[in-house]
Structure formats: C-alpha cells, structure tokens
T-cell receptor
Framework: EAQVTQNPRYLITVTGKKLTVTCSQNMNHEYMSWYRQDPGLGLRQIYYSMNVEVTDKGDVPEGYKVSRKEKRNFPLILESPSPNQTSLYFC?????????FGNGTRLTVT | KNQVEQSPQSLIILEGKNCTLQCNYTVSPFSNLRWYKQDTGRGPVSLTIMTFSENTKSNGRYTATLDADTKQSSLHITASQLSDSASYICVVSGSGGSNYKLTFGKGTLLTVNP
C-alpha cells in the first residue's frame, strides 16, 4: 500500500532532550516536506527536500534540522526541543502534484 | 506577502444540503491551487488540483472552481454526508515548480449534522 509513515504518533518529552521524528515513503517520490499545525495558524512548512541531499528552509525552520540521505526517508530532528515546539507535525511526499501526508505526530514538550 | 484567506472559518449544515467554501489568494506568480480535506486526527487528503487554465474540476460530490483573474476559488459540496465533516484547506503553489513555495490557508471547519 502506498503510504507515508511517521513515527512515533505521540511523543511527550522534556525541554532540551534531543529527539527525531522519522518519516518514510514507499512511492519513490522525489519531493518530501515537513509541516507543523497549530490551532488558529493552519499548516506551516518547516523544511522541504526536492531530492536526495537537497533540502531547503520553509517558513518556520528555526529549531529544526532535517536530512535526506536516501529518497525514502526524511527525518525531522529537534536538537534542543522547547515548549513552543509543542505541535502536531505532518510529513508529506509528492511526485510533483498532490501532497501525500502521513497521519501526524503529536509532540508535547514540557 | 503571499496569503491565502479562507471563508467562512466554520460552517454547520444539515445532512443532504449543499454548501460552498471560499478561498481568496494573493500568491503571485501562480502555479496551481489545491483543495485538501482533513479529517480530525488525520493528515490532509487531496481533493483537486487546478492550474491557471482550468476553471472547474470535480471529484465526486466535490466541485472546485477557479477564477485566476480575481484570484478566487470555491469548493462546492453537493448533497452533504456526515463523512464530509472535516476541515477543508486551500493551498496555492507559486512559481518554480508544482510544490515550490506552497502557501496554506487556515482552513474551513465543516460540520454536517444529521
């Protein structure tokens, strides 16, 4: 089944403890991206990648890192999480048209 | 500044009724406009994508229209069902490729009551 898989679905952590949210797609898409969704603000792009080893900042990249070492994986790294990064995170991939989203990761930073 | 404004913010209708959601954008230059449906707790799912030359596109009971001159789009839902209850998000793509520089609206929350 064609899908975008994010892990974990839920994560509670403490300020400053490094974490990684994984994202994997099995559709051989070149484009992948990360978003956060907050009440009243909608979806905002964090980082995107047009292909392997090619990444670029979105609208809200501060406090986040990404890597794209292989086509299928696009992990989101929070080196030192802070409470303002508490949010619902979505990964997406695309062949060039519609985005295919994962089911989200709800992160709480205390 | 590129912006996408959606209205209304929320809407409640009875099952079986029709409704229309609005999207106004100021993204320029324009590549394409997409409508997504997001069920509670799930990732958005694509409904339609329209390019500059397309005025209307349908996907079952969903029909999207685009007026590139006035920079307006609408999503019409016919004969609504309880499963249509969701947030509907308008997304506009700027220049540089299909997924480059996406601007998201904040969504319209639709509730369909029996």
């Amino acid at each position: 089944e064609a899908q975008v898989t994010q892990n974990p679905r839920y994560l509670i952590t403490v300020t400053g403890k490094k974490l990684t949210v994984t994202c994997s797609q099995n559709m051989n898409h070149e484009y992948m991206s990360w978003y956060r969704q907050d009440p009243g603000l909608g979806l905002r792009q964090i980082y995107y990648s047009m292909n392997v080893e090619v990444t670029d900042k979105g609208d809200v990249p501060e406090g986040y890192k990404v890597s794209r070492k292989e086509k299928r994986n696009f992990p989101l790294i929070l080196e030192s999480p802070s409470p303002n990064q508490t949010s619902l995170y979505f990964c997406a991939s695309s062949p060039g048209g519609a985005l295919h989203f994962g089911n989200g990761t709800r992160l709480t930073v205390t | 500044k590129n912006q996408v404004e959606q209205s209304p913010q929320s809407l409640i209708i009875l099952e079986g009724k029709n409704c229309t959601l609005q999207c106004n954008y100021t993204v320029s230059p324009f590549s394409n406009l997409r409508w997504y449906k997001q069920d509670t707790g799930r990732g958005p799912v694509s409904l339609t994508i329209m390019t500059f030359s397309e005025n209307t596109k349908s996907n079952g009971r969903y029909t999207a229209t685009l007026d590139a001159d006035t920079k307006q789009s609408s999503l019409h839902i016919t004969a609504s069902q309880l499963s249509d209850s969701a947030s509907y998000i308008c997304v506009v793509s700027g220049s540089g490729g299909s997924n480059y520089k996406l601007t998201f609206g904040k969504g319209t929350l639709l509730t369909v009551n029996p």
